[in-house]
């Protein structure tokens, strides 16, 4: 064979068969199915900051929250609560005890109505019970004590709801000095509706003519110490007792140590979780084998096995 001819037109060596077989070419790894984009190494992320477990996470993060996820925000202190002046709270006690007094006129006005008249019959030296041990005495004096108590359950009720932001002694004492009050004015008020008309029968009717005589109280009024004070006594006290006593419970019984209504803890962020912070959860078990790649095929072209 001439040395100049071309390599192209050169026929292929024969394989020596005393050489052993030609050893194939290291086939290159298969590509993983369940890689993706991110198992090139020129697409990988950079790496998140590891937080020191001595010196908490770093400086730029915000620190997690107590179940693990970052609060959505900073979290505002509660306001401090203004102090109340002694004077407007004096201003406070003295207008709703007003307000309550001020409600013993209906309370007089109801006594009348549901309270009976006692039958008199007039003599020369007056006017005379018609019955020996009548019982309309009794009834008015039990009507005023009914009305009178749950007048006081209610009005402590309401100052209850309505001093929402002075509850406690202010509440306290503007129910029992206006309980006290309302009585008195219940009291007069009640026992004046048909006296006028009671007494000018008195001084006019002749004598044996009956007529009746308006509500009054007989275990209840006012009797001065040393002359001088006037104090009620007897069924004139039960407004101001129910209303002592109720609010009493109301208070024992409230969920807040200060009696006012306090605002509730915001903790929605505690419980907030930012998308892709919470752990993945697989779908399939935990401990199944990741799948393993299918044979690669011959590469076409490879020596096979060597002819004798």
């Not at 004077?87 to 207008?95: K, M, S």
């Not at 998308?275 to 690669?296: C, M």
């Amino acid at each position: 064979m001439s040395p100049d001819t071309s390599d192209a037109d050169r026929p292929a060596p024969r394989p020596d068969p005393t050489a052993g077989p030609v050893p194939e070419p290291p086939a290159a790894p298969p590509p993983d199915p369940f890689a993706g984009p991110l198992a090139d190494p020129a697409h990988q992320p950079p790496a998140a900051p590891v937080s020191d477990p001595l010196h908490g996470p770093p400086a730029h993060q915000p620190p997690p929250g107590p179940f693990g996820a970052p609060p959505a925000g900073p979290v505002p202190a509660d306001p401090a609560p203004p102090e109340p002046r002694p004077g407007r709270v004096a201003g406070v006690a003295l207008g709703a005890a007003a307000l309550v007094t001020a409600l013993g006129v209906p309370l007089g006005l109801l006594w009348a109505a549901v309270a009976p008249d006692t039958p008199v019959v007039k003599t020369a030296e007056g006017a005379v019970y018609a019955q020996p041990q009548p019982e309309q005495p009794i009834a008015a004096d039990g009507w005023f004590s009914l009305l009178g108590l749950g007048f006081g359950v209610l009005a402590a009720l309401g100052l209850w709801v309505l001093l929402r932001r002075r509850r406690g002694p202010v509440g306290l004492l503007a129910g029992a000095a206006g309980g006290l009050g309302a009585a008195l004015v219940a009291w007069q008020v009640g026992r004046r509706v048909g006296l006028s008309a009671y007494e000018r029968l008195l001084a006019t009717a002749p004598d044996g003519e009956a007529f009746t005589k308006p509500a009054d109280l007989r275990a209840g009024g006012l009797h001065r110490l040393f002359d001088v004070l006037p104090l009620p006594y007897g069924n004139l006290l039960l407004p101001a007792f129910g209303a002592a006593v109720t609010y009493t419970l109301l208070a024992g019984w409230s969920r807040w140590p200060s009696l006012r209504p306090e605002p509730e803890p915001d903790l929605s962020w505690a419980y907030a979780v930012p998308a892709g912070a919470g752990p993945q959860v697989s779908s399939g078990p935990v401990d199944s084998p990741a799948p393993t790649a299918a044979p690669e095929p011959p590469a076409p072209g490879a020596a096979g096995s060597p002819r004798g």
